[in-house]
C-alpha cells in the first residue's frame, strides 16, 4: 500500500514537473514579448527622434552650406585706391558771399570776381564785432573802390554806398593776399590814394 502512494506522488510530481516544464517557457515568452511591446515604441520614437535630429541637422548643415556659398559667390564692393590716395589739386574754396563768418577762425576764399584771398583770425574776428558780413567784404574786393594807404603800404578796396549805407573797408596785407582787418567807414581817409594795385595771386 506504501509503495502504491509512492508510486502515485512520484507520478503526480513527474507530471507537475513535465507542465511546469511545458508551462514556464511560454510563461517566460509571453513575459519577453510584453517587455518588447513595451520598450519597443520608446526606442522606435527614440530612433525616430534620432533621424530627426539627423535631418535637421543636415539640412542646417545644408543652409549654412548654401548661405556661405551664397555669400562667397558675392563680390566685395571694389574700392579705387588709386581716386582715395590721389590728393586734391586745389583746397576746397568756398564763396566769400556764402560763407558765415566766425571769430578766430581763418578762411581762404574766392570773390565772386573770381579772386582768392586769406581772411586773417584778426580779421573774422573784427568781422564778427563789427557786423560785417561775408557778403559785404565780398562786395566790397569785387566791387570797391582800390585805394594804396600811403603810411602803412596797406591794399584798401573800399565799398562806398554799401547796403543798409554801411561802407566796407577791406585792407589787405601789402605783400599778400591776406585780409588784415575790415571796417565800416564812412568817409575816405586823407591817407588813402587812388591806386590800381593788383592782387599778388599768391594764396593758393
Not at 562667397?72 to 556764402?98: H, M, T
Not at 586773417?120 to 570797391?144: C, F, P, W, Y
Request: glycine share 4%.
Amino acid at each position: 500500500m506504501t509503495k502504491v502512494k509512492f508510486l502515485k506522488g512520484f507520478v503526480a510530481l513527474v507530471c507537475f514537473v513535465l507542465a511546469f516544464s511545458i508551462i514556464s517557457p511560454s510563461l517566460a515568452f509571453a513575459s519577453e514579448s510584453q517587455d518588447a511591446d513595451l520598450i519597443s515604441p520608446i526606442n522606435q520614437e527614440t530612433v525616430i527622434v534620432n533621424e530627426s535630429d539627423n535631418d535637421t541637422k543636415a539640412e542646417n548643415l545644408e543652409i549654412i552650406q548654401d548661405e556661405t556659398t551664397q555669400i562667397d559667390d558675392i563680390n566685395p564692393p571694389s574700392i579705387n585706391n588709386e581716386i582715395e590716395a590721389q590728393p586734391y589739386a586745389l583746397p576746397v574754396v568756398p564763396l566769400l558771399a556764402g560763407i558765415v563768418i566766425k571769430k578766430g577762425v581763418e578762411y581762404i576764399v574766392k570773390t565772386s570776381a573770381g579772386r582768392i584771398v586769406k581772411i586773417s583770425a584778426h580779421a573774422a574776428d573784427q568781422a564778427v564785432a563789427r557786423k560785417i558780413t561775408g557778403e559785404m567784404i565780398d562786395q566790397a574786393l569785387s566791387n570797391g573802390t582800390k585805394y594804396v594807404d600811403i603810411l602803412s603800404g596797406e591794399r584798401i578796396s573800399w565799398l562806398d554806398g554799401a547796403p543798409m549805407n554801411q561802407r566796407t573797408a577791406v585792407l589787405l596785407n601789402k605783400n599778400t593776399d591776406v585780409i588784415d582787418t575790415v571796417y565800416d567807414q564812412k568817409d575816405k581817409k586823407l591817407k588813402w590814394f587812388k591806386s590800381n594795385w593788383q592782387y599778388k595771386g599768391d594764396i593758393k
